[in-house]
């Protein structure tokens, strides 16, 4: 596929993709390294442990599912104790933070009976922490692949660079907490929109030409000398000798729509167990569709 400018080979874009995104992990690592345990950290990651072990979810209700049972996975299999017994009396996942503490949270002097804190507390939450930075990467990742098929290259790399040295991503995206986690399934969720967009226009749609009862002042008249030409799909159009993409056949692109359908639907299930807000773009996204054709 060529390139928009003879500078930027694949190996140079590649190269400065591997940069940016090896920048973003050396930050937020240090930086998770070096931090402390945050207040909602607190109770988060206890909680995902405590239902791994017990397969309760009654305390989860208003506590996002996702960015809870992920990151104690690690904790999980390197073996962090937690007793869950009492967890059935519980009422607040908070209790769960607490009775981690307890367990982990210092370790006692056998020779002179004294408390002094443990390094385990914090290493079982860095481990926690490693799966919060590799959900960053991905969302970078996700806002160069749909700035890509919006902007082309040099835009994608202008996005990634925006997005791996936000401010704001930067510094939730190295903790357990549900924001990183809603980030990505966002992303995820407007790429997919965009594609079904894209890959089901060509579907239905009469070969021949059409031609539009728009008066000429309001845009371009579609005719036998210019037809309605979609964004190319380039993952899935063919392209010709020339370098430009063919529209997809209507039997291609019905796959293809069935497919960021189905990529979309997973999307959005995803964003409602990040985080309440999630739910949000049930309404959002019917709304792009509505929007537009009222203004017509």
Same mark, same amino acid.
């Given at each position: ?68 049972? +992920? ?78 098929? +919006? ?114 639907? +997973? ?11 999630? +739910? ?17």
């Amino acid at each position: 596929m060529p390139l928009e400018k003879p500078g930027l080979t694949v190996a140079r874009q590649r190269m400065a993709v591997a940069l940016l995104l090896l920048t973003t992990f050396a930050l937020a690592a240090g930086s998770a390294a070096q931090k402390s345990v945050t207040v909602d950290e607190y109770q988060a990651l206890p909680h995902g442990l405590a239902m791994w072990k017990t397969g309760d979810f009654h305390l989860a209700t208003g506590v996002p599912l996702l960015p809870s049972l +992920l990151p104690a996975l690690p904790a999980l299999a390197a073996g962090a104790p937690l007793d869950s017994t009492a967890m059935p009396s519980y009422t607040s996942s908070w209790q769960c933070g607490l009775q981690f503490v307890i367990e982990n949270g210092f370790d006692r002097d056998p020779r002179t009976g004294k408390y002094y804190p443990s390094g385990r507390y914090h290493d079982y939450f860095l481990l926690g922490r490693a799966v919060s930075i590799s959900v960053l990467l991905i969302t970078c990742g996700l806002v160069y692949g749909f700035a890509r098929s +919006l902007y082309g290259h040099h835009g994608a790399l202008l996005s990634l660079a925006v997005a791996c040295f936000s401010p704001n991503l930067l510094a939730h995206g190295r903790l357990v907490t549900p924001d990183i986690y809603l980030a990505a399934a966002v992303m995820g969720c407007l790429w997919a929109f965009d594609r079904l967009l894209v890959v089901a226009a060509p579907v239905g749609r009469p070969a021949g030409p059409s031609v539009s009862n728009e008066p000429a002042c309001s845009g371009i008249r579609e005719n036998s000398s210019h037809k309605p030409t979609p964004r190319p799909d380039f993952s899935r159009s063919r392209l010709r000798e020339d370098g430009s993409a063919s529209r997809p056949t209507d039997a291609l692109a019905q796959k293809a729509s069935w497919t960021s359908a189905i990529v979309l639907g +997973l999307c959005l299930g995803l964003a409602a167990l990040c985080k309440l807000t999630g +739910l949000l773009l049930f309404a959002l996204l019917p709304c792009c569709l509505i929007w537009p054709r009222a203004r017509r």
